[in-house]
């Protein structure tokens, strides 16, 4: 792992890992924290549902094993912040962790759907948001508070939408949220709470510092530490994005045939259709060999042989989705003083022998 920060500990996945299955490890799977990692035994654990609901329920782990059809999707978790560094190279975005390319990973989750548990509490017609709460105490929010966030109840309903006790075909682990967490496919990390304890359905979204304040596209010359609840811009479905994963920007490599590979994510239910590499700064486009991962909630991993002459090279890379739209040129661009959503051309430069 790259460790951004021991505490809390936030890490992501090396890129050679990432590059060499649709599936990360659990080991290498990208670590996001905002307070100490709960340790949090399956006996001692248990999930209350209440809110607009008509009958309030409290579960066991065995109640959501038991009562609930187990549902396994493969999807991939991408953190707002991934590829950040890229945005703090146009202007510096101080006091975030500067995440590279691996603040995104790929797991097989195993769990419950959210809205069977949620159809089992009977939702109100009046409601409209699900909150999940963790028992994790982040000291960044102003002020200090538990972890949290919302859904709409609309995504909340929607089949993918798990609460996963598995990860890789094993019982999640404490960093990733053991022993139950939320998973959003489609969504920014931020929404797939951990540790999740209690699920709220309530009118309007979660008052949560990291849903209220947090996770908020601001305009460029908006101050951050004076932004509050409501400023921005919400970040819920992911932007289609892609990455170099190798060669590495700044590397070296020898003359003649190359493999160029990395990733690509499509956003919220949509499908990579293509992904265009480019030696010449995008005037004209090869088409990468794209690995598609079963199903529409995870990346497709993509690989592209290319003779390169001696000397300094540059790649750039772009993914097209199955609405046809493709993502922007220039980090420039979509600079935002919280570093959120960097979905700009990958781009790396080195040197051929
Ligand atoms: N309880 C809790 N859930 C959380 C977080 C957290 O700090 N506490 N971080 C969120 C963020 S920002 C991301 S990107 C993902 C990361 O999940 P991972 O650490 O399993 O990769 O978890 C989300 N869920
Ligand atoms: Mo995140």
């Not at 999940?132 to 972890?147: C, I, M, T």
Request: proline share 7%; glycine share 10%.
């Amino acid at each position: 792992m790259i460790v951004h920060e021991a505490e809390p500990f936030n890490a992501e996945s090396p890129t050679e890992v990432l590059a060499a299955d649709l599936v990360t490890p659990v080991e290498a799977f990208y670590s996001r924290n905002h307070g100490p990692i709960p340790q949090i035994t399956s006996d001692g654990w248990q999930l209350k549902v209440d809110g607009m609901v008509d009958t309030p329920a409290t579960f066991l782990l065995h109640d959501l094993q038991d009562r609930f059809e187990h549902v396994t999707l493969t999807a991939t978790m991408q953190c707002a912040g991934n590829r950040r560094a890229v945005l703090n190279a146009v202007r510096e975005i101080p006091g975030e962790d500067l995440w590279g390319p691996g603040a995104t990973s790929t797991a097989r989750w195993t769990g419950a759907r959210l809205r069977d548990v949620l159809a089992a509490c009977a939702p109100q017609q009046a409601a409209g948001y699900v909150a999940f709460e963790a028992p994790d105490v982040s000291q960044l929010a102003d002020p200090p508070q538990r972890y949290g966030g919302s859904i709409t109840l609309d995504k909340a309903m929607s089949a993918e939408v798990l609460l996963a006790w598995g990860m890789n075909d094993r019982p999640l682990v404490a960093a990733h949220g053991a022993p139950v967490r939320v998973v959003v496919p489609g969504y920014i990390g931020a929404r797939s709470v951990k540790w999740v304890e209690r699920i709220s359905v309530q009118a309007g979204p979660s008052e949560n510092y990291f849903q209220a304040t947090a996770y908020r596209m601001l305009p460029a010359e908006a101050d951050p530490s004076t932004a509050g609840p409501g400023d921005g811009i919400s970040l819920n479905a992911v932007a289609l994005n892609c990455a170099i994963l190798s060669p590495l920007d700044g590397c070296r490599v020898g003359a003649g045939n190359t493999r160029v590979c990395g990733y690509a994510l499509a956003g919220d239910g949509r499908t990579v259709m293509r992904v265009d590499v480019s030696i010449d700064g995008g005037d004209t486009w090869i088409q990468a060999d794209l690995e598609h991962t079963p199903g529409p909630w995870a990346w497709s991993l993509w690989q592209v042989d290319i003779d390169f002459s001696a000397g300094e090279a540059g790649v750039v890379a772009r993914a097209w989705d199955s609405t046809g739209a493709t993502h922007p040129e220039s980090a420039r661009h979509l600079w935002n003083p919280k570093g959120y959503a960097n979905n700009s051309w990958a781009r790396i430069n080195f040197r051929v022998a």
